[in-house]
């Protein structure tokens, strides 16, 4: 027996599915805008650090080991870390963190942002987490501190210096091909398994966002601390080298043969460390 159909059902029928689909169309549209509007705010934020950082930067941090002067007594000129006070080096480091690891830390935030929607969850969860994160790399320029006090004090010479940074190219460039390198990439690169193997500690008011950015910090730190070495060794605001490796961390975490680009830079890092260390050596 065919059941028909009430008169009038069709249109209504009709209407209740277009007002379904209107509110399906708008349910996927509503995450598209906040994928813009996550992406856009931290770009903005990255591209305002870089702004600052090119009309104020400080000629004593963009020196790095091996481009420090040549002769003791110009050595003067160099106001590495002790140059400045404490609380202004760890401020210029926090926005120099913001230029550069924003951009690649865009897809870790979105993925964050999306399970924050679902919970229905305020957008200061996401702040949270993304202060959890540069708190870790917050942390990270007390020890970048008291490296460039450090060389300031300790390094007599020009040939100790060229020492000093050949190795720390060397090891800088092995740490690239290490496997725990390997490990906390894949992390970087895996967004959604931080946001499932930590959902148990998400649920915690702001708390919660904060230790998860923290733990994400941690594992960037680990992933990206060998570069930041790097630019120790040739200037840490010089503006051209923080732009080459801030490209190398986003197409390290973001692009598929991110990984593979990484191991080859870390094969030329550590060869780049090894002329370094042979010139001050006297071989070449």
Known sequence: ?????????GRRGRSILSAT???????????????YVITASLVFLAAIAWLYIVRTPDQGMAVGVLTRPPSDDAMSAMESGSGMSFTLFISTWIVMMIA???????PVVLVFDRWRRTRHRSVASTVSFIAGYLAVWGSAGLLVYAALVGIETQV??????????GISLI???LYQLSPLKTACL???RSPL?????????????LRGPFRVGIVHGAYCLGCCWA???????????????????????LVEKTLPAGQAFGRVSGVGIALTGAVVLATASGII
């Open 1 to 9: 027996m065919v059941e028909r159909e009430p008169h009038g059902g």
């Open 186 to 188: 894949n992390h970087c």
């Open 156 to 165: 007599e010479n020009s040939t100790t210096a060229v020492t000093i940074g």
């Open 227 to 249: 570069l930041m070495v790097v630019l120790i060794v040739l200037g840490l605001m010089n503006l051209g080298w923080m732009a080459a490796v801030a490209a190398l961390i």
């Open 100 to 106: 550069m690891m924003f951009p690649a830390v865009v």
């Open 171 to 173: 090891a800088a460039g």
């Open 21 to 35: 689909e209107a509110h399906e169309h708008r349910g996927r549209q509503t995450p598209r805008r906040d994928v």
């Open 193 to 205: 398994g931080l946001v499932m193997q930590h959902s148990r500690h998400l649920g915690r008011g």
